[in-house]
Nanobody
Framework: QVQLVESGGGLVQAGGSLRLSCAAS????????MGWYRQAPGKERYLVAT???????SYGDSVKGRFTISRDDAKKSVYLQMNSLKPEDTGVYYC??????????????WGQGTQVTVSS
């Protein structure tokens, strides 16, 4: 059974930094892309950043230049370094593994989410 577990959320003042981590576990052969999505109350889930295995990263327009995504494929982990945080960055941050290959085939998986709150 594949699980993605996030950590590192919390409360921070505007201008501060946080680092989120997500680790995948289970009988995983490979993961095509790992990324982070944000969902604020009453809003749709928003792509924050994603990174393909061995490929370049993509970012949502609102976080470019402030956030950095990185992966450790050996640890099946993805990280999100968030700098210069703004109140509008507040939300639940979800980790997603796309194209996760196991013995049962290929599928996408989500973590349970971690809350990030940025105070003004």
């Amino acid at each position: 059974q594949v699980q993605l577990v996030e950590s590192g959320g919390g409360l921070v003042q505007a201008g501060g930094s946080l680092r989120l981590s997500c680790a995948a576990s289970g009988s995983i052969f490979s993961i095509n892309a790992m990324g982070w999505y944000r969902q604020a109350p009453g809003k749709e889930r928003y792509l924050v950043a994603t990174k393909r295995s061995g490929g370049s990263a993509s970012y949502g327009d609102s976080v470019k230049g402030r956030f950095t995504i990185s992966r450790d494929d050996a640890k099946k982990s993805v990280y999100l370094q968030m700098n210069s945080l703004k109140p509008e960055d507040t939300g639940v941050y979800y980790c997603k593994g796309s194209g996760v290959r196991t013995g049962d085939g290929v599928d996408d998986y989500w973590g349970q989410g971690t809350q990030v709150t940025v105070s003004s």
